[in-house]
């Protein structure tokens, strides 16, 4: 087995829980496997002593100071502003197949690209001069871990240096290492940089855009392979580098296959995850109140339970919006976050795992990979333009718009009515199907390829 060695720079690493942490606790091990060695140069705190030698974790903290501080506080009271706002609630019997009416400081939590044009407004020009502030509040970092990077790359030879991000800049740095060193760089985008098609509305800006093109670009150029995480990403990324050696290489399940834990007198779905930006959870709300009153099922023979830190749209949370709408009482279920193996035991008692969109077309949800391994329905609300689409309809799950209450209802019934008829679901990918030790081996497929003399 031949041995190399590689330096990452990923502002996430164990013991971070973060999915870009996950991604690359599995890819190192397993590139260990294969006789890689890593320098890892990470914003997370470092391993213990204990951990494995060939795995050597560099802790550079994100030095915060007064622009940190500013643009903490323009978010929060930016986002305290919008919870204040209150949303309308749509009852069952009014929900329509058309998107539900949002109010604007919910509805602009996000933008699309093709919304974002050069300022011409005040409120262009604020998003700008936020994108501008969130993009200096990054630096630090960047110059701390470029140092830390050129430092080892002074000292050792390496045959590859990767970058993992979200947050991109870590490609910046990771670019520095390998013209120093004279390495072959890897750009792992977890999330698209430049091509991403939906921004946060507090910097939704000509800024942010120019910024994440000029640093894209650099890195491009000096990119000896780019991994994108969906095909759709990848098609859009070789359609913009031409001259670009481009793959996919998803994420996918890290875990044990669960047991199944249903209760035969009580149908439960569960949302695993936040509800942030433009993850509407009212249609699903509304879906199962129809449901709820067609099959006349009270919250002792149906649950919808969301299990997550951020369970509030518009001010209100679900059971508030759930009780609004006229569902009947218990019958939605609001958790807190829990460490990994309670939320996997929770989503094993699951007959459904229900996944709310995401305004990003080009991504997939880390946790949509992990719905498929477990013994459950997997009903996902995305538009069929979406790679989450893609993804969920060749495998089988169940999919509707998110906006049509009358095709998700529809779902939902079809599954209620086979569970209580004594049917029970099983898990829609074989064990190394859509899991993170095979993605892992597909990307040292394609890097090692590429390394050959």
Known sequence: ????????????????????????????????????????????????????????????????????????????????????VAVTPTA??????????????????????????????????????????????????????????????????????????????????????AAHGGAPLVVDFRDPWSLIDVVPQEVASWTYYRLAQRYEQRVLRATRLAVMNTERAAAAMQARYATADVVTVPNGFNGDAPIARHDPSRFVAIF????????????????????????????????????????????????????????????????????RRALFEEMASAAMLVNLPQGARLCVPSKVYEYLHFPAWVLGLEPSDSATYDVLSAIGADVADPHDVTAIAARVEARVRAYRAGARPTPLAAPDQHAAPTEARRFFDALEHRLRP
Do not use: C, K
Request: positive net charge.
């Open 272 to 339: 695993a995850g936040n509800i942030y930006l433009d993850r509407d959870p009212r249609p699903m709300l509304a879906a199962f109140g129809r449901v709820a009153q067609a099959l006349q099922l009270g919250a002792d023979a149906l649950v919808l339970r969301f299990i997550g830190a951020e369970l509030s749209y518009g001010g209100r949370s679900v059971t508030a919006l759930a009780a609004e709408a006229g569902l009947p009482d218990g019958l939605v279920e609001a958790r807190a976050a829990m460490p």
């Open 1 to 84: 087995m031949t041995e190399r060695r590689a330096l990452l720079f990923s502002y996430h690493f164990p013991p971070s829980s973060a999915a870009g942490a996950q991604r690359w606790d599995v890819f190192t091990r397993v590139g260990v496997e294969r006789g890689w060695t890593f320098d890892v140069v990470t914003a997370a705190d470092a391993r213990s002593d204990a951990a494995d030698r060939a795995i050597r974790v560099h802790h550079v903290p994100h030095r915060r100071h007064w622009i940190n501080a500013r643009v903490d506080a323009v978010m929060s009271r930016r986002a305290a502003r919008a919870s204040a």
């Open 92 to 177: 069952p019997s009014q929900a329509s197949a058309g998107p539900p009416a949002v109010p604007a400081a919910i509805g602009e939590q996000t933008l699309r690209r093709e919304e974002i044009t050069f300022p011409t407004s005040l409120a262009d020009v604020r998003r700008n001069v936020r994108a501008g502030l969130l993009h200096l509040s990054w630096l630090p970092w960047l110059e701390d871990a470029s140092t830390a990077g050129l430092a080892l790359a002074a000292r050792h030879r390496y045959d590859a240096v990767i970058s993992s991000g979200p947050p991109h800049l870590s490609a910046e740095a990771a670019r520095r290492a």
